[in-house]
Each structure stands twice: as structure tokens, then as C-alpha cells.
């Protein structure tokens, strides 16, 4: 099909290769090369369609973006081109990134407008909820991950996005990566156009954005950095739950999202994401650099960092990607060169610091600390755990395969029910792991880390789990007789009805409330050294 770009035309389909459209008697053909096939959305300021570039060698697709002003008012004509025209400048600037649309041709045609942009196929995240349901909190995760480092990329470029949101989101299908779309409603932090006789710009003089997704100072024409914080955060939300801005109640006296009680996320989730939706701009995170550092997802950084932001390299093996719940998984076959991932990478290390920094002040060595046991390779994976999926369920002889070929992150997999008896799998990143019901009799565990892990059920009777990371860990029931656990660290841990009659903890960081929940004996070794009940 053949479709008419004129905003009047009363039918603008037309048969394929049509020159001329049969209803308004307009050309099909625009610049002489690009044919429209259908429309994609009408917004305020324009309309985008999808179109055929038959200029080039098998007819790629394109998008479309052509100027609608709301209204023929010079002074709404002139915000329009200056809008369109500095997403234009926006896209041919930042557009050399692999999550953004690359801009391929911008030019005016009998006084109308055309923004031409790299296609992106795949399904947005509004549409990936609505057919595979809400996420979970190691899904918005994982989309965080991949989101933040671009918006901080986004940012680094003086630009505000200012429509964050679902519908502007989209999983691209060749590599599943997160592509942000749609920077019609950007800032550009550097060069404001003229002041109008109102005091305020030709382009700020309308409120621009998604009611519900724009924070109240964008709505109020004061977008800032944090706007972008605020509408990720509302992402995220939607994520969790299913449920749109308008789908929300709010509070009547300090106007801020009640969103809480519709999502199940752990208390740090719900902390970072609180603090994304304050209202206040000062209250919320200025940076997305601020947000990654209060994840502390550091066991995907490094490899996002190495595997995310890519520069495009014909001699580079192409990464291969695995469908996981509603987010990617990507499986980075290679050492792509960086484009933008240093930061990233320097927030991986910050983090790692000050683990290592915590543990040397209590007189223990994390298995998150800086040094050779947490190397992450550009071979490793950004693994997204789903527990109804079976692409990241390893089983036995796989894993022990991979750590015997070097491997060392196994963060976020799913590892339950495995029969791991007397392994060695020594200094081992499994931080957001599932080792429910598995068999870890006798195993080498130590100086592993096993951060907000869960191993309820799990089998670790005379394991030897020295040094190892349990922050967070859920380890209800384990089975941890005779396990040494010297100078392990358990603050956080959950270790309701966890047995740990004969079990070493001398030097253990954990709390006597803590262990008041868990079963001992008189063969138990305290924190202190000494044996006997708690």
C-alpha cells in the first residue's frame, strides 16, 4: 500500500506504486524515494508513518516524522519548526548511539517538514506488558540497567528527554536491545531559543510531555535532569504493576503517587524508586549516575558497560541475545569496543570500593571486593533471572563446565534443585541467584558472594561457605550443620529456621536477633569463638 502524507487527504490509502494518490491527486513518492506504507501515530506536533527507502538496495524501512502544527497561528507554526528542527540537531547528535534512532535525512518540502529515522522493529514495553503481564523486581532490574547508562549518556549531551515512558520504549527485535524513541519533547540545556515577549521560550511556552509521567516541575515548564528520573521511576511503576498514571491514586496533600501497595519489591527496590518520585526536585536523584550507585547492581555494571554501549565493528563477532520475562538478556560473545560505558565501568568499580572499603572496617574480605575474584569478562552475560523460564536454568553439569572453563558470575541465574555436592565453585559471583532445594553438601563456597541470593531449602551441611557474602540472603531452612562459616558475612540475612547446630561462625558478621531465629546448639561456634547455645 501507497499512503498520502497530505494532513487533509480523505483517503489516503492508495494501491502499491500508485504515483499519485486517487483522492486528493497528491504525490506518493516523497523526495522522490521514500514511499509511506502506513501510519504509526499522531501526536500534537506531527505524525510518523512507516515508509520504504527505494532509493537504496532492497527497499529498507524507514520512519517517517512530518511536521502538524496544531494550529496555523504564525507564532504555533514558528514553536513547531523550531521544535522540529532541534530534534533534527538532538538526533544528528546523539543518534551515533546504538539505543537511539540514527537520523538519516531531515529536510522541508512545500513547506511542510520531514524528519526521515532508522526504523526500530520490536515491541514497545507498554505493549510487552499488556501481552506477557508486569514484571518483576529482577526484570525492572535489568531494564534499569539498560536504561540508566543511556539517559546518562542522554544527559552528558546536555539534552532532557522529557517523555520517558512505556510507549516510547522499545525492544528492538535484532538484538533486544532498549531503544528510547521519540525525542520530539527534548531540551537542549545549551542553546535556549529567544526569549518571547512572555519571558518564557517559543518552545517552553507549552507544557511538554505525558500527564502522569512528567513531574510536576516539567509540567510547569522547569524541566531538569531529574524529570527523567521521575519518569523512568513511573516506568518502572507501570512495570511492577500494570498500571498507568491515570490508573493511580495520589495524594491530596503533597501530590505524589501512591504506588506502593500495588507492587511486590524488596524494601531497596521500593527505596530507589520512592526516591525517583519525589515530588521534590531537590529530594530525588539528580543523575542517573545516582540511581545505578543506589541499586548497587554492580554484578551486571561492568559487563553492561563492555556488552551495552558498543561501537559497531564488522571483525566482532555479533552478540547473541536470549529472551527472558519481559526483559533481554544479552550474551556478549566478544570485546566490543566502548562507546560510552566508562562511566558505567566507573560505577561498577565505586561500588566494588566500597564493599571492599566496608569489609576491611569489619575485619572481613567480601566477596564483592575489588580484585581478582570478581573479574567480570566481556564474555560474561548481563544475566536476567525468570523463574518460569528455562533459558537461564543451568543445570549441574553446565555450570560446573563453565566454572571450570574460567567462568566466575553466575549473578541473577536460576541454580534450584541442583545436586552440587562437594563441588568447588570457590569465589563465585551467584549475587541475585536461586539455589531453592539445592544440594550444596560439602561444596567449596568460600569467598563467594551471595547477595539478596535466595537458598531457602538449600542443602550446605559441612559446605564451606568462608568469607562468603550473605547481605540480603534469604536462608530460611537452609540445612548449615557443620558449615564454616568464619567470617562470613550475614547482616541482612533471613535465617528463620535455618539449622545451624554444629555450624562455625567465628568471626561472622551477623546479629544475635538474627540468629535467635535460626536453630544451635551447644556445638555451634559463636561469632566470638566460643561454643554453645545462643
Known sequence: MSYCLNPTCLNPENAAY???????????????????????????FGATFLANDQALPGEPSCVIKQLRPSGTAPHILQMARELFEREAKTLGKIGNHPQVPRL????EEQEQFYLIQEYISGSTLQQEVKLNGFFSEAGVKQFLSETLPLVQYIHEQKVIHRDIKPANLIRRT????????????????VSQAALNQSG????????IGTPGFAPPEQMAMRPVYAS????????????LSGKTPKDLDYNPKTGEMMWEHLVQASNHLTTVLRKMLDVSVRNRYQSAEEVLRALDIEPYLESLAQGLL?????????PTYHRVENSAVLCNNSSAAVSSGGNVAQVAAAIRARRAKNAEAGGMRQGTSAGNSRTLSSNTSIASHNQNSQERKLNSQSLLTAYLKGRRDFALH?????????????????????????????????NSDFGKASLTKANLKDANVSKAYFNHADLQGADLRGADLSDAYLRGANLRGANLCGANLCGAKVSDEQLALAKTNWMTIRPNGKRGLL
Open 18 to 44: 500508485s504515483q499519485r494518490c486517487k483522492s486528493c491527486g497528491s504525490r506518493l513518492l516523497l523526495r522522490d524515494r521514500y514511499r509511506v506504507v502506513k501510519p504509526l501515530g499522531q501526536g500534537g
Open 104 to 107: 538519516l535525512d531531515y529536510f
Open 174 to 189: 535484532q538484538d533486544a536491545r532498549m531503544v528510547l524513541i521519540d525525542f520530539g519533547a527534548v531540551k537542549n540545556q
Open 200 to 207: 518564557q521560550t517559543a518552545l517552553t511556552a507549552y507544557a
Open 228 to 239: 527523567d528520573i521521575y519518569a523512568l521511576g513511573v516506568t518502572c511503576v507501570y512495570l
Open 310 to 318: 558498543v561501537k559497531s565493528d564488522p571483525s566482532v563477532k555479533a
Open 414 to 446: 536460576n541454580l534450584s534443585f541442583l545436586k552440587l555436592s562437594n563441588v568447588d565453585l570457590s569465589e563465585t559471583n551467584f549475587h541475585s541467584a536461586q539455589f531453592h532445594g539445592t544440594n550444596l553438601q560439602g561444596a567449596n563456597l568460600h
